[in-house]
């Protein structure tokens, strides 16, 4: 006979899932909530306890961990100077506790900074800020001198920024190349084009310079070193069809006052009808012109 464990009762059967949602419902209130947990250990996420024992975020207040620091941030940006825990809890709808740990890591990436009142936007902002607005100020700068190079040239003028191991068009006016695109956002291997060589010929960080002309090895990388170097001197780099066949380019860089590159202007044409020592002195100027007026502006 079976052992007896006293009153046996006659259970529904219930389903993993539900029994788990009403341990979780009534363990940690969390009702209503989706939660996947899977085996510690064996390379699978699982929702930490720390989150479950965290009091949710009012209702209709942000709910992922991106939509929060973005609440906060906002929340600072809208305070005079500087704002304290209380108030960006307040005006985020997210937890106190849950705003201070957050305020706590943006400060130790700088995105925040601590003061006497509370918090205030920190320097990393800023620096973002800045890099995002340059091309619109390269633009801006640029935009009458590349019309002006395009009427005297007749070919087609470019304006370029260097991103990972491509240069990146922020502008283009054609020319009489139908073939070359004038789209914004084109890309062109830095390390071959001119614009791209003016570029790392006077960029001050040389690990940029290494990654880019990593593919050159022995006799190419010597050459290429040379050319840069030629190109410190002369201000002026050049395509002769080699990234594309057929067509010259010459390029200048546009650096500001603290001797910083930005990007290079740059003109396109067909090789046989357009001579590239005659263009280069006028692609030049037009750099400096470019740099002179973001100076001023």
Same mark, same amino acid.
């Given at each position: 006979m079976a052992p007896s464990w006293g009153h046996r009762h006659r259970c529904p059967r219930i389903s993993r899932t539900a029994l788990h949602r009403s341990v979780l419902t009534s363990t940690f209130g969390i009702?209503?909530?989706?939660?996947?947990?899977? +085996? *510690? %250990?064996? =390379?699978?996420?699982?929702?930490?306890?720390?989150?479950?024992?965290?009091?949710?975020?009012?209702?209709? =207040?942000?709910?992922s961990v991106l939509d929060r620091v973005v609440a906060i941030l906002d929340a600072v940006k809208e305070g005079d100077g500087s704002t304290t825990i209380t108030d960006l809890a307040a005006k985020s709808g997210l937890p106190k506790s849950t705003v201070s740990r957050l305020v706590a890591e943006l400060t130790a990436q700088r995105y925040l900074e601590r003061t006497d009142d509370g918090v205030a936007? =920190?320097?990393?902002?800023?620096?973002?800020?800045?890099?995002?607005?340059?091309?619109?100020?390269?633009? =801006?700068? +640029?935009?009458? /001198?590349?019309?002006?190079?395009?009427?005297?040239?007749?070919?087609?003028?470019?304006?370029?920024?260097?991103?990972?191991?491509?240069? /990146?068009?922020?502008? *283009?006016?054609?020319?009489?190349?139908?073939?070359?695109?004038?789209? *914004? %956002?084109m890309h062109s291997? *830095?390390?071959?084009t001119a614009s791209g060589k003016a570029f790392l010929a006077f960029c001050a960080d040389q690990r940029v310079v290494?990654?880019?002309?990593?593919?050159?090895?022995?006799?190419?990388?010597?050459?290429?070193? @040379?050319?840069?170097?030629? /190109?410190?001197?002369?201000?002026? +780099?050049?395509?002769?069809? /080699?990234?594309?066949?057929?067509?010259?380019?010459? +390029?200048?860089?546009?650096?500001?006052? %603290?001797?910083?590159?930005?990007?290079?202007?740059?003109?396109?044409?067909?090789?046989?009808?357009? @001579?590239?020592?005659?263009?280069?002195?006028l692609v030049r100027a037009a750099g400096t012109s470019v740099s002179r007026r973001l100076a001023a502006a």
């Amino acid at each position: 006979m079976a052992p007896s464990w006293g009153h046996r009762h006659r259970c529904p059967r219930i389903s993993r899932t539900a029994l788990h949602r009403s341990v979780l419902t009534s363990t940690f209130g969390i009702e209503g909530r989706s939660t996947t947990i899977q +085996a *510690a %250990g064996r =390379g699978c996420s699982m929702t930490s306890l720390a989150e479950w024992n965290t009091s949710p975020a009012p209702s209709g =207040g942000p709910a992922s961990v991106l939509d929060r620091v973005v609440a906060i941030l906002d929340a600072v940006k809208e305070g005079d100077g500087s704002t304290t825990i209380t108030d960006l809890a307040a005006k985020s709808g997210l937890p106190k506790s849950t705003v201070s740990r957050l305020v706590a890591e943006l400060t130790a990436q700088r995105y925040l900074e601590r003061t006497d009142d509370g918090v205030a936007l =920190g320097l990393r902002l800023f620096e973002l800020g800045a890099r995002a607005s340059l091309p619109r100020r390269l633009l =801006g700068a +640029a935009a009458p /001198v590349i019309r002006q190079l395009r009427e005297v040239t007749g070919e087609r003028v470019g304006l370029w920024v260097q991103q990972g191991a491509d240069m /990146v068009s922020i502008a *283009a006016v054609p020319g009489r190349l139908p073939m070359l695109p004038t789209r *914004a %956002g084109m890309h062109s291997p *830095a390390l071959t084009t001119a614009s791209g060589k003016a570029f790392l010929a006077f960029c001050a960080d040389q690990r940029v310079v290494d990654r880019i002309s990593a593919p050159l090895v022995d006799e190419a990388a010597d050459r290429f070193r @040379d050319e840069l170097t030629h /190109v410190r001197a002369s201000v002026v +780099a050049m395509d002769l069809e /080699v990234s594309y066949p057929g067509i010259l380019a010459v +390029a200048s860089p546009v650096i500001t006052s %603290g001797r910083v590159v930005l990007g290079a202007i740059s003109i396109a044409g067909p090789s046989g009808a357009m @001579d590239p020592d005659r263009v280069a002195p006028l692609v030049r100027a037009a750099g400096t012109s470019v740099s002179r007026r973001l100076a001023a502006a």
